[in-house]
């Protein structure tokens, strides 16, 4: 049982380039969510999921494109990056929308550098 | 969806118990607290959470007051290996307002 793994984990791109990182979870859980972490602060919410074939906007979504064709692959795109999105990327997945039973299970990150 | 308040950081001695606190004076009736940390750059592990009562797991302890307006995650026993930044977080129904905060950077001292 892998639990949730990020492909890559790391990768520098060059300012306009395009890129998709992948999410993959093998608990069969319902919702997944893109985070994305800047040095010293907290994690924000990018996009997140409900269930295969869909997905929503959270706290900060302009620049990323997202898709959820598989119930265990949650894919983040970016179009065209901008330094400003030089982060650490984590993917969660979690077994219920219902507040008791949403303890979300992350990957280990992927750490893009945009230059 | 309520917002949480953490102290910066918070020193502990090892073998102590370490008491992190959180402000949550905004939490609605129907909200639940979860408690994360993150260790180094890993991604962020879950610990507890509750709702209105106190929560026991192997890992921690939780208190809610009655009022709910804050609680305190307990680490009985601090060891090294629980250095790590603690999130406290409020989870309502709206999804896209979740949000992890700075949160607390715990120093287990030996």
């Known amino acids: 049982n892998a639990g949730v793994t990020q492909t890559p984990k790391f990768r520098v791109l060059k300012t306009g380039q395009s890129m998709t990182l992948l999410c993959a979870q093998d608990?069969?859980?319902?919702?997944m969510y893109w985070y994305r972490q800047d040095p010293g602060m907290g994690l924000r919410l990018i996009h997140y999921?409900?269930?295969?074939?869909?997905?929503a906007k959270g706290e900060v979504p302009d620049g990323y494109n997202v898709s959820r064709l598989k119930k265990q692959n949650f894919l983040l795109g970016l179009e065209s990056a901008a330094p400003s999105q030089t982060s650490v990327y984590f993917c969660?997945?979690?077994?219920?929308?219902?507040?008791?039973?949403?303890?979300?299970?992350f990957g280990p990150g992927t750490r893009l550098t945009v230059l | 969806d309520a917002k949480t308040t953490q102290p910066t950081s918070m020193d502990c001695a090892e073998g102590r118990a370490a008491n992190l606190p959180c402000n949550h004076s905004?939490?609605?009736?129907?909200?639940?607290v979860y408690w994360y940390r993150q260790i180094h750059s890993q991604g962020p592990q879950y610990i507890i959470h509750?709702?209105?009562n106190n929560e026991t797991n192997e890992m921690a302890s939780l208190i809610i007051t009655e009022d709910r307006k804050s609680s305190t995650l307990i680490l009985p026993h601090a060891t090294l290996r629980d250095t790590a930044v603690y999130y406290c977080?409020?989870?309502?129904?709206?999804?896209?307002?979740?949000?992890f905060g700075p949160g607390t950077s715990l120093s287990v001292i030996p």
């Open positions: 969660a997945s979690s077994y219920s929308l219902a507040q008791a039973y949403n303890e979300q299970f």
């Open positions: 608990m069969n859980h319902e919702y």
């Open positions: 999921s409900v269930g295969e074939g869909t997905t």
């Open positions: 905004t939490i609605s009736g129907n909200e639940y």
């Open positions: 509750g709702l209105k």
């Open positions: 977080i409020v989870e309502g129904t709206s999804y896209d307002k979740v949000i």
